[in-house]
């Protein structure tokens, strides 16, 4: 009778067991269910064709032009909207791998993902594009998908190519300098001139030479990439000081010298990330690199590999800078596998470079670089990591501070609940074997599973906030990450 009523008492406290139970009954079924529609999408993925997009820009218009390695594509086949500030574009009967359009450079473009729909029944994938600025209204009016002649589909925007760009002062005029007849009759070229209503091409005297130095043909070998950017901060900063006493110097981001060589993009990125950890601990300075002013020479330079002379004198002026560092890319023709890393130091009065530095570096290693400090996250990644462990997907994001926060909670919370219901459990164990002296031991459990009960609560309460918390912010995103770097490393511990 006595055990009788203890069991019922239990099982109103829910003892683990049966917690544990229904915990995994829920889970084996979600998995399978999970499992069986991966395996159906997988078969009509392979089975499938594939799906290309690549990017044109005529002029006034920007077209994305999908490509399938089976069937020709067909107009009632894509569908067109723009969700969020975003412009999706979805195919159906085609198949294709998640990826982030890397290579697409071009001024009105942030970022744009292709990437496949895993939970559909039939074969789909979308491409989700990201602008710099919202589309005007008449663009966005005027989207037309446009069947070609040989089997591929584009979606045309129409969209001048003018992009905004901030009202800046314009550059001072070059110092006076002695009358030269010859410079007199020199021909005037383009160059940036700015009123009341912002920055336009107009006549201006002739820029300074922007091409830079070719260094010395018996180029040395390629320089220790974990020291060229360290060299450079520190002999520009040098520099820099002879100009002023605590002066301020402009840092521009890395372009490319050669408008052909698109492939150079991920590592311009890299080495601008790079020079700007190594510029901020730089004394006696102040380096302006701030995002608005990143952004306005994004504008500026529009579809040039680099910001012209003229230009980036003009932004200096505009953000106070008494100097302006323009850096840039290029593969040594006829050195396979080096690249050339030229940075020039310009005074933004006269436009006179006062040092230009050359470094050249191995592409493979700083292609290596790149890989490992490029990271690409997805919402999905950072949803499941949640679901698995509070505060994983935090982690997974960058967000070490919470994420370790919600993880260290929940680790507490999750043992001690364990502990007290494995503890619970061998009281109620010794209570029903009627051993001597155990007549105490029912009140223990009973003590041992409200304890349980309550840590099992909080351990609940915290998993869903953080799974809640994740689903609210988490994005997908990719970005540069320099903690995983190891550049010695890559070096070959040199």
Do not use: C
Not at 8 to 19: K, T, V, Y
Not at 37 to 51: F, I, M, Q, V
Not at 198 to 209: D, Q, T, V, Y
Not at 266 to 275: D, M, V
């Amino acid at each position: 009778m006595r055990a009788l009523l203890f069991a019922r008492l239990a099982l109103l406290r829910l003892p683990l067991s049966l917690a544990l139970s229904l915990a995994l009954s829920l889970a084996l079924s979600l998995a399978l269910s999970l499992a069986l529609s991966l395996a159906l999408s997988l078969s009509a993925a392979l089975a499938a064709p594939a799906l290309s997009v690549q990017l044109e820009a005529p002029e006034g218009a920007l077209e994305f032009v999908f490509a399938s390695d089976g069937e020709p594509l067909s107009a009632d086949q894509l569908k067109v909207e723009f969700v969020k500030g975003r412009l999706v574009v979805e195919v159906s009967g085609v198949a294709a791998a998640r990826a982030w359009q890397r290579g697409w450079a071009h001024p009105m473009l942030d970022r744009a993902l292709l990437y496949p729909h895993k939970q559909s029944k039939t074969p789909k994938a979308s491409l989700k594009v990201k602008f710099q600025r919202k589309p005007p209204k008449e663009s966005l009016g005027a989207l037309e998908v446009v069947e070609r002649e040989d089997g591929r589909v584009a979606v045309r925007m129409p969209w001048e190519g003018a992009a905004a760009v901030p009202e800046l002062a314009p550059a001072p005029a070059p110092a006076p300098a002695s009358p030269d007849p010859a410079a007199a009759a020199a021909p005037a070229e383009e160059g940036l001139d700015v009123d009341a209503k912002g920055a336009s091409l107009a006549e201006a005297p002739r820029a300074p030479e922007e091409v830079f130095a070719d260094p010395d043909a018996h180029a040395p070998a390629p320089h220790e990439l974990r020291r060229v950017y360290q060299e450079l901060a520190a002999a520009q900063a040098e520099a820099a000081r002879e100009e002023s006493r605590v002066p301020r110097v402009l840092a521009l981001p890395f372009g490319r010298l050669s408008g052909d060589e698109r492939g150079l993009d991920g590592l311009a990125q890299l080495s601008t990330r790079l020079l700007d950890a190594q510029l901020l601990h730089s004394p006696d300075l102040i380096w302006v690199s701030s995002e608005q002013s990143r952004s306005y020479a994004a504008h500026l330079r529009h579809d040039a590999p680099m910001l012209d002379v003229e230009r980036a004198r003009a932004l200096a002026v505009h953000e106070g800078a008494d100097l302006v560092l323009r850096s840039g890319l290029r593969a040594e023709p006829g050195r396979a596998g080096i690249v050339r890393l030229s940075s020039q130091l310009l005074s933004t009065r006269t436009g006179e470079v006062r040092r230009e530095l050359n470094f050249f570096v191995s592409q493979d290693r700083l292609q290596a670089a790149f890989e490992g400090a490029w990271v690409e996250e997805t919402r999905g990644g950072a949803v499941l990591r949640s679901i698995v462990f509070p505060g994983w997907g935090h982690v997974y994001r960058g967000e070490r501070g919470a994420g370790w926060g919600y993880a260290g909670v929940g680790a507490a919370l999750l043992a001690g609940a364990v502990t007290s219901t494995v503890v619970g459990l061998l009281a109620a164990r010794d209570y029903n074997n009627n051993e001597a002296g155990a007549a105490h031991r029912r009140a223990d459990a009973n003590a041992h599973y409200d304890r349980a009960n309550v840590l099992w609560v909080g351990y609940g309460a915290t998993w869903l906030a953080s799974l809640l918390s994740t689903v609210a912010q988490a994005h997908d995103r990719s970005y540069l990450d320099l903690s995983r770097v190891d550049l010695a490393e890559i070096e070959g511990g040199r």
